[in-house]
């Protein structure tokens, strides 16, 4: 299994950024995939989940800012990132079930979100 994440970077808050997740070694279209992050001093947060079939969940603190999508054509997880706060600065996973527990064992080595005011 290979998970490979991109697109991170630094933006003022109110801005947007779209992560990438290339995926390998599996049946990416027959997981569900999830986002995960860290931010700096602190443990994994889940933040959203996307099945085989295409429904998703957030955490609570990103619903209706960010969006979770895949396409599986392209073994390649996506997560829009809108109206980024300060509080979203962390490394960004993405994470293959199962989840050991919240420790997600299998993901990539992450993209950093740094959002200033």
């Known amino acids: 299994v290979q998970l490979v994440e991109s697109g991170g970077g630094s933006v003022q808050a109110g801005g947007s950024l779209r992560l990438s997740c290339a995926a390998s070694?599996?049946?990416?279209?027959?997981?569900?995939m999830t986002w995960v992050r860290q931010a700096p001093g602190k443990g994994l947060e889940w933040v959203s989940t996307?099945?085989?079939?295409?429904?998703?969940d957030y955490t609570d603190s990103v619903k209706g800012r960010f969006t979770i999508s895949r396409d599986n054509a392209k073994n390649t997880l996506y997560l829009q990132l809108n109206s980024l706060q300060t509080e979203d600065t962390a490394m960004y996973y993405c994470?293959?079930?199962?989840?050991?527990?919240?420790?997600?064992?299998?993901r990539g080595q992450g993209t950093q979100v740094t959002v200033s005011s």
């Open positions: 994470a293959k079930y199962p989840s050991a527990g919240g420790s997600w064992p299998t």
């Open positions: 996307i099945r085989s079939d295409g429904t998703t």
């Open positions: 070694g599996f049946t990416f279209s027959a997981w569900a």
